[in-house]
């Protein structure tokens, strides 16, 4: 991307309103957990509403947000892809800022689905170090598109300073774990496995298990990584 054009990008997002947000769980939270959506659901799609009301339930304020394309998507009715990566990811830091605003004193974690959870990943050790950050939260990482397992997305994760977790189904097409397991990540990256789940985490119907069973168990992985930001 030439500089003009990022130069264009910020502007956007400068002068532009804040991006529509859901919170769950309590104001009196110890910590707020910042959701961003994945490519092509938004950010209410069940997946999320599973997570974020289930973390809420746990104690954790939750705050899911979309980004512009999405939110225009709304507006058209008409699908479109994702806005470029630069776009992205200023986009997020606009809602940590928004966030830490609001909120100054509350620990703040970053993350989401998918193509969210890749951006929070890769502003994550920036964010530390600028805003407090205490962590970063993927569920369900875009190791590789799906059938391209060499096209990998994995460079930055290799170097990640940040306590991350990823949460991964086991036959995710984009990255399943016998892939995953071989790849060189972090000392900081904790990779967590959802029984026999797909990118969403539903499992088969061989497997005995639900896709609300996958999604509690997720919610009960990420209270424990939460947890273990403070210390508890």
């Known amino acids: 991307m030439d500089a003009a054009r990022l130069g264009e990008d910020r ?6 309103p804040p991006l529509p947000a859901l919170i769950d769980g309590p104001d009196e939270a110890p910590a707020t957990v910042l959701l961003a959506h994945g490519a092509g659901a938004p950010m209410d799609s069940p997946f999320m509403a599973a997570i974020a009301s289930g973390l809420g339930r746990k ?14 998507m709304r507006e058209c009715g008409r699908r479109q892809g994702p806005d470029r990566m630069p776009l992205l990811q200023e986009a997020y830091r606009q809602q940590v800022r928004l966030e830490q605003a609001a909120w ?3 620990p703040l974690f970053v993350g989401g689905k998918s193509m969210g959870g890749r951006v929070a990943s890769l502003l994550v050790d920036e ?3 600028t805003a407090g950050v205490r962590g970063c939260l993927c569920l369900g990482y875009p190791f590789h598109p799906p059938g391209k397992p060499l096209t990998l997305r994995t460079e930055h994760l290799a170097e990640l300073q940040a306590s991350t977790l990823i949460l991964q ?13 071989s790849y060189g ?6 990779v967590g496995w959802i029984a026999s789940g797909d990118h969403s ?9 639900s896709e609300a069973q996958n999604w509690a168990t997720a919610v009960g992985l990420v209270d424990c990584f939460l947890r273990e930001g403070f210390g508890a």
């Open 11 to 16: 502007i956007l997002i400068a002068t532009s």
């Open 127 to 129: 964010l530390a170090a």
């Open 104 to 106: 100054p004193q509350r």
């Open 201 to 209: 985490f539903k499992p088969t119907k061989a497997s005995g298990l």
């Open 185 to 190: 990540l972090s000392p900081q990256v904790q």
């Open 59 to 72: 104690g954790w304020r939750v705050v899911r947000f979309e980004f512009g394309y999405m939110a225009r």
């Open 169 to 181: 189904g086991e036959r995710d097409p984009f990255g399943k774990r016998e892939e995953v397991e």
